[in-house]
């Protein structure tokens, strides 16, 4: 349901996504759990929307691209751009507001 | 229009407590779905270490509450999670939870939503923290307060120090720590941390919204002092989320369940389970028990409410 992304092919994913979401998580970081099963949902009301996810710990770069620092952090990209960010917890509800808006 | 699902027993809240619950229940062959508002585990899964927990010497929080869950789906207990309720009903003989998805009915309720972090009164901070897991390693090399001398505190520090915080301040309010001495053992041997009693945070000095440092006070002499600090991680202990209660089951002062020793409330068919009960001690080990209970006593209720149908 969701992709995986490694540093070395983070800058071309991007690039190459429409509409999509990524976010940034680490190994038992329970809020990163918590967003990752709220993104479950949150696909539901948006179908067809990618959601990408990042392990910060192993992938350094792709947190420094895309400036981030902490987890987890929901990027929104639209048209091969990120266009939002925001870290910390959603409901799917908010979260469809925050990408909508973006 | 929602669905309605039928269940027995319907399961507020999906930590220790719910989820033992739910394993007795399924082996009593009562249908029981849990609602968990956000994930299970409950507070357990911001444990780095849980090291008092039987049958395991050492295990992350969030590993063990896994396992229990694990569990919970071999035995075929349905599990809704990112749950918001939107309307409670459980004062008659039918019990019924409406959330933004679908309606829930049942024969008893079992409300086991413990306790969630006080925060700290600085909403304006954005280098506030409460989960050193989650945030901790953007402060590696950084100085770092800890505001709290519990078990959550020390643990905590401990593990801010494993991701390479410079230096940490931990206090605490009152005239001693309150965290196992082990833990304080473990964290107050390193050269990089201090530790003081008697003493809390009374305000923040921020430049261009970044925290630069924490006015620290003696509560005993009011003696004060400012700390350099690039952020704060604080863990005030808990408040119980009962919120959703007030005015549907007796409850202390403080938001605490009065519930009797066989977990029931003064609701029948509504038992309470866990960390959101008023008592003494709150531990994994007291929640399971506490879930254990409820399930048994919610068994004996369900089949004494048949009988008399």
Do not use: W
């Not at chain 1, 940034?24 to 067809?48: A, D, S, T, Y």
């Not at chain 2, 879930?291 to 004996?300: K, N, P, Q």
Request: with cysteine; charged share 25%.
């Amino acid at each position: 349901m969701f992709t995986t992304v490694q540093d070395a092919d983070f800058a071309s994913t991007v690039d190459s996504v429409e509409r999509g979401v990524v976010i940034f998580i680490k190994k038992l970081c329970p809020h990163c759990k918590n967003m990752l099963k709220m993104l479950e949902k949150f696909q539901r009301f948006v179908p067809g929307i990618h959601i990408y996810t990042v392990d910060s710990e192993e992938c350094p770069e792709s947190m420094t691209l895309a400036s981030v620092e902490r987890v987890p952090t929901v990027c929104v990209i639209k048209g091969g751009k990120i266009l939002a960010k925001r870290t910390g917890l959603m409901n799917p509800r908010e979260m469809e507001a925050f990408y909508e808006s973006a | 229009m929602k669905d309605t699902n039928s269940f027995d027993v319907l399961i507020l809240g999906g930590g220790i407590a719910g989820m033992t619950a739910a394993i007795y229940l399924a082996r009593a062959n009562l249908k029981a779905v849990i609602l968990e508002q956000a994930i299970c585990g409950g507070l357990c899964n911001f444990t780095y270490v849980v090291e008092n927990f039987p049958s395991y010497t050492s295990i992350h929080g969030m590993d063990l509450m896994q396992k229990v869950r694990d569990h919970v789906d071999h035995l075929g207990v349905a599990v809704e999670e990112i749950c918001e309720i939107e309307r409670l009903d459980i004062g008659g003989t039918e019990k019924t939870i409406e959330t933004e998805e679908a309606i829930y009915a049942g024969a008893a309720v079992i409300v086991a939503t413990g306790r969630k972090p006080i925060p700290l009164c600085f909403p304006e901070c954005e280098q506030v923290h409460y989960c050193s897991i989650c945030d901790g390693f953007a402060y590696s090399g950084k100085r770092v307060l800890v505001v709290g001398g519990g078990n959550s505190g020390f643990d905590e520090g401990l593990y801010l120090l494993r991701v390479g915080v410079a230096h940490i301040t931990l206090i605490e309010v009152a005239d001693r720590f309150f965290a196992a001495e082990s833990a304080q053992h473990d964290f107050l041997k390193h050269k990089n941390v201090k530790g003081l009693r008697n003493t809390r945070i009374v305000d923040l000095v921020l430049e261009r919204n970044r925290l630069k440092e924490a006015v620290l006070e003696n509560v005993n002499s009011g003696k004060r002092e400012k700390v350099p600090i690039d952020g704060i991680f604080a863990f005030l202990g808990q408040k119980p989320s009962t919120n959703f209660l007030q005015g549907l089951v007796d409850l202390d002062e403080d938001g605490y369940v009065l519930a009797k020793e066989d977990m029931s409330t003064n609701v029948p068919g509504v038992f309470s389970a866990g960390d959101l009960n008023q008592k003494r001690y709150r531990q994994l080990t007291t929640a399971m028990s506490d879930g254990t209970i409820a399930a048994l006593a919610c068994e004996r209720y369900i089949g004494t409410s048949r009988v008399h149908v």
